[in-house]
């Protein structure tokens, strides 16, 4: 039984070590083409989620044009 115990234990163990790094969430960066045409990390990093709400509001005080942000993975840059 004190096996089959251990076998267990070391395959939750292993689960347990890995499923974190499965299930990590991507971070992703905001970027905004600017008026030269150059590309401006506004914010970041945080979640897809996160990047939609800042260019909803960043886009109601009327000094961007939300079609004009980016939305990328952390370290990727346009």
């Not at 790094?21 to 990093?45: E, F, N, V």
């Not at 945080?46 to 990047?51: G, L, N, W």
């Not at 800042?54 to 005080?61: F, S, Y």
């Amino acid at each position: 039984m004190s096996k089959a115990t251990s076998t267990i234990g070391a395959i939750i163990g292993a689960i347990g070590a890995v499923l974190p790094a499965l299930i990590k969430k991507k971070k992703h960066c905001l970027w905004y083409k600017g008026r030269d045409d150059k590309w401006l990390k506004k914010a970041g990093p945080m979640s897809a989620r996160q990047c939609r709400k800042t260019i909803k509001a960043l886009a109601e005080t009327g000094n961007y044009l939300p079609d004009r942000f980016l939305i990328l993975r952390d370290g990727v840059q346009p």
